[in-house]
């Protein structure tokens, strides 16, 4: 099909494009600690009951509720104390009527008590104790298993590892454990006027900002960012650039630059020599021309060269590709509705992503224009709170006007 001839996608049917053709990625055995923030890709197992045996949730004494239950201050029940037990160690001493276990909190509960009566509540003289509170038979212990018994699933697969679920992983014994593998992903910009970092940019050049902006963004959503060579306006160089993705094993290759309809946008040529173009023109703005495709299997994003573009368009549709590949099973970042501190008036029929600070108000919230709008104007990035998202067919918007705003905080 003729490029001027492609049907322009919307940003809802461009993602589902990309999301039918990335996949959940192998697992991979990694330490506890590096395993936080990531999916489970195993069920996991208690080798033990938690807590392994009935213990004390007080510092106090361990009694026979019995003992105990008419106890009070105008009537204290004085028993005779028997022994002292404290975390980590287990008493030898049986609690019988009319005696007591000096305890601390977490010790295991001594043979014949069950209930464990706090210091607060007691007055100790030499070896005896009087009770100076009733307490119910039970109070202030905690049954073994009363977490977790042995043998229980306590984390399913597709479980997403916060400290807490660390924590559990770290009780049932585990120093390590599988987890869905981070993608490794390509990051190859071009053009004759890109030029890298260490080196000083000529007349007509820039420095290689994209290539960065895109690798901090992998490195945010879980990818393993690779960084290439800048490739030249060349269809060869491209294809190297491209062959070495591949080579590096790369799930994914993100391009910047090279796929608008310029003499010298060779991206999509390369594409589609090499593998498949899917698609390369969104209904949107900035990044209307945005490549899709695959090559050898691996999927391609071929992302516009204006920095402001190539980063929304990465926020957009690379962040929900990665997190699937992780496994998650939702991708959407926070939206909220915010009110307009201007008017907005454009008549192209395209969403617009336009960047914007927030401000907490007595009345809700309110969203101001970051400045320059232009897709090359990298500080309304900067200095951006979110990104409010005008519809296709609001033409004009009047100060007041409520919006929905992506937030990137």
């Known amino acids: 099909m003729p490029e001027e001839r492609r049907p322009v996608l919307s940003v809802e049917e461009a993602l589902e494009r990309i999301l039918a053709t990335v996949h959940v990625l192998e697992p991979e055995r990694v330490d506890l600690l590096e395993a936080a923030g990531r999916v489970l890709a195993e069920s996991v197992t208690a080798d033990r009951d938690i807590p392994p045996l009935t213990n004390s949730a007080m510092d106090g ?6 003992d105990v239950e008419q106890a009070g201050e105008r009537s204290p029940v004085r028993l005779q104390v028997v022994g002292e037990v404290a975390a980590g160690t287990v008493s030898g001493a049986e609690v019988v009527p009319g005696t007591a276990v ?11 008590a069950d209930t464990v009566v706090r210091f607060e509540d007691t007055h100790q003289q030499g070896e005896w104790v ?5 307490t119910l038979a039970g109070k202030n212990v905690r049954p073994a298993g009363e977490d977790v018994r042995a043998g229980q699933v306590v984390l399913a697969p597709g479980k997403v590892l916060r400290p807490q679920e660390i924590g559990m992983l770290a009780a049932v014994g585990h120093t390590e454990v599988a987890v869905v593998r981070r993608p490794r992903v390509a990051i190859l910009a071009t053009g004759d006027e890109v030029v890298p970092l260490d080196q ?4 007509g050049q820039i420095r290689d900002a994209n290539s960065y902006t895109v690798a901090a963004q992998v490195q945010a959503y879980g990818g393993v960012p690779l960084l290439l060579d800048v490739a030249r306006d060349q269809e060869e160089l491209v294809r190297r650039g491209m062959r070495e993705a591949l080579a590096r094993k790369a799930d994914l290759i993100i391009t910047s630059g090279g796929v608008s309809v310029g003499d010298f946008d060779l991206v999509k040529r390369v594409l589609a020599a090499e593998g498949e173009m899917r698609f390369w023109s969104l209904n949107m703005k900035p990044g209307r021309p945005l490549a899709f495709g695959v090559v050898d299997s691996v999927p391609l994003l071929g992302l516009p060269g204006n920095p402001v573009a190539a980063m929304i368009s990465t926020e957009l549709f690379a962040r929900p590709a990665l997190r699937k590949m992780q496994g998650f099973t939702g991708w959407s970042r926070p939206v909220v509705v915010a009110r307009l501190n201007q008017p907005i ?3 192209d029929g395209r969403r617009h992503y336009l960047r914007v600070r927030l401000h907490e108000t007595e009345t809700g919230t309110e969203a101001t224009l970051t400045g320059d709008q232009g897709s090359g104007i990298l500080t309304s990035l900067v200095q951006a709170d979110g990104l ?3 519809p296709e067919e609001a033409d004009h918007l009047h100060a007041g006007s409520e919006v929905q705003v992506i937030l990137l905080r």
């Open 130 to 134: 009087e009770v100076l509170k009733a």
């Open 102 to 112: 000096r305890i601390m909190t977490g010790a295991p509960v001594p043979a014949g």
């Open 61 to 66: 004494y361990a009694v026979r509720g019995a």
């Open 388 to 390: 409010a998202v005008i």
């Open 345 to 347: 008036r454009r008549k």
């Open 200 to 203: 000083p940019p000529g007349p």
